[in-house]
């Protein structure tokens, strides 16, 4: 992730736990239906980020990667597109 993206993991990780998050199961951009795309803020970084999980054909969940969100998915964070919502209704 750092190397490709300049993201860190503890970045990521910021954004995956971001109460204002918006979640995509499956991941709208994959047809394998194994990974959920994650879209949330990094305080760390100052920024919006996408995080993709894969999930392994055992339940397993590893972080696949992340990046500073493009348009699409930052309208998506704030509210200006429809989009699907986590278990805690956020």
Do not use: C
């Not at 919006?48 to 500073?68: M, Y």
């Not at 493009?70 to 309208?75: S, W």
């Amino acid at each position: 992730m750092l190397d490709r993206h300049g993201v860190t993991p503890e970045q990521a990780e910021e954004a995956l736990t971001d109460d204002s998050r918006v979640v995509f199961e499956p991941d709208y951009a994959r047809q394998s239906g194994q990974s959920v795309r994650v879209i949330g803020f990094s305080p760390s970084i100052g920024d919006v980020l996408t995080v993709i999980v894969v999930i392994d054909e055992h339940g397993k969940e590893w972080g696949g990667s992340a990046w500073r969100s493009n348009r699409r998915d930052l309208a998506y964070y704030s509210g200006k597109m429809e989009g699907d919502v986590d278990e805690q209704g956020q």
